[in-house]
Nanobody, 125 residues
């Protein structure tokens, strides 16, 4: 499967953005999909994930109540709706997918074999 992330941009604090992760392949609905983000000089960290049945998990500390992950299986696309953006949300956002993710490794970068190229999100204060 090939992934393409889009929707990033330069916004002000408090604004919203919706990121999209579009996938090729007819079996994408069988994949768990996650969003990670990487700020300059920092590790790539887990943000949110959605499994094949629509179950969702978030990095509660950083995005609780502000970000929502969803998927549109008909469009082979997963979204990350980001509200109340903060300067600390500035990063390159990557989507990742894998058909074999389980609950115990859903937050781990190494659980995902397929990655998109990333989309830059910059939030100014």
């Amino acid at each position: 499967v090939q992934l393409q992330a889009s929707g990033g941009g330069l916004v002000q604090a408090g604004d919203s953005l919706r990121l999209s992760c579009a996938a090729s392949g007819r079996t994408f609905s069988r994949y768990a999909v996650a969003w990670f983000r990487q700020a300059p000089g920092m590790e790539r960290n887990f943000v949110a994930a959605i499994n094949r049945s629509g179950g969702k998990i978030y990095d509660e500390d950083s995005v609780k109540g502000r970000f929502t992950i969803s998927r549109d299986s008909a469009r082979n696309t997963v979204y990350l709706q980001m509200n109340s953006l903060r300067p600390g949300d500035t990063a390159v956002y990557y989507c990742a997918a894998d058909p074999s993710v389980i609950s115990s490794n859903v937050r781990s970068r190494t659980a995902y074999a397929y990655w998109g190229l990333g989309t830059q999100v910059t939030v100014s204060s």
